[in-house]
């Protein structure tokens, strides 16, 4: 059994496209995958298929229903904000034990592949005193870090990957994923981070054309589980 855990620098980086990406590549090798993205904000039951937990159970092949999207994130909010003020929104907290209980079970209970989608950037708050940096140390399991091109993508990138490391976590790999519109050329801010991150493996993956999720990147990195 094989768990990731699919985290980023920030919110709309790119963590469910290649998720998704992944999955259909795994599934397509004959792999077996389970994913879970247990907190999800922004989530509107009326547009569910759109949503992330949605998009992770198509790349499943399975429908959004209310059961399976239920299964695949326990902890939905409407507001499409933090965690932790989303709840806040509806009288309600996450129960950071009750998250991590909830996630290891999945990671014991797994048959082959586990991913799993965190939410937002590293340091985002789920309650009052946890962020998904204390999720992630909890569950101790690879990451696979997904940041942008965008101009500032190095330095976020680093004080990212700065921070997993201050908590002993393994990053198996570090997606440089294409930022629309950005004014920096997607290789070069790939080959910089390179020498700064070495020896974890950048791999850089471009604006594919709308449908599409096969790419050689999402294949090595796929290769790498
Ligand atoms: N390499 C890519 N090629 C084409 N479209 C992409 C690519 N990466 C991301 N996108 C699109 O950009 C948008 C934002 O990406 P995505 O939803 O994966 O980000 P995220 O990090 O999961 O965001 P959130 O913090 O909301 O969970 C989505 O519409 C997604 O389909
Ligand atoms: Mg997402």
Redo the contacts with the bound molecule.
């Keep these: 059994m094989t768990a990731v855990f699919?985290t980023?620098t920030?919110?709309?980086?790119?963590?469910?496209?290649?998720?998704?990406?992944l999955i259909r590549h795994w599934r397509a090798a004959g792999r077996t995958v389970e994913a879970l993205?247990p907190v999800?904000?922004?989530f509107d039951p009326a547009s569910a298929a759109a949503s992330?937990p949605g998009?992770l159970l198509a790349a499943l092949g399975r429908a959004a229903t209310h059961d399976d999207i239920e299964r695949m994130a326990p902890w939905r909010f409407f507001a499409?904000l933090s965690p932790d003020m989303a709840a806040q929104r509806e009288g309600r907290a996450i129960d950071f034990g009750a998250l991590v209980a909830h996630s290891r079970a999945a990671i014991e209970g797994a048959k082959d592949l586990l991913l799993i989608?965190?939410?937002?950037?590293i340091m985002v708050p789920l309650d009052d005193s946890h962020t998904v940096l204390d999720w992630m140390t909890a569950l101790n399991i690879p990451l696979l870090v997904?940041t942008g091109s965008y101009l500032g993508s190095l330095s976020h990138t680093l004080t990212c990957l700065d921070a997993l490391a201050r908590r002993n976590l393994t990053v198996k790999a570090l997606v440089v994923?294409?930022t629309?519109g950005a004014t920096v050329a997607l290789v070069e801010t790939a080959r910089t981070l390179t020498r700064f991150v070495a020896p974890v493996p950048v791999v850089t993956?471009?604006?594919?054309?709308?449908g599409?999720?096969s790419?050689p990147a999402i294949a090595k990195l796929a290769a790498a589980f």
């Excluded at 920030?10 to 990406?21: E, Q, Y």
């Design positions: 699919v980023a920030g919110t709309d980086i790119g963590k469910t496209f290649v998720a998704a990406s993205k999800a904000s922004g992330d998009v499409p989608e965190g939410i937002g950037g997904v994923n294409e629309p993956l471009p604006r594919l054309p709308s599409e999720t790419h």
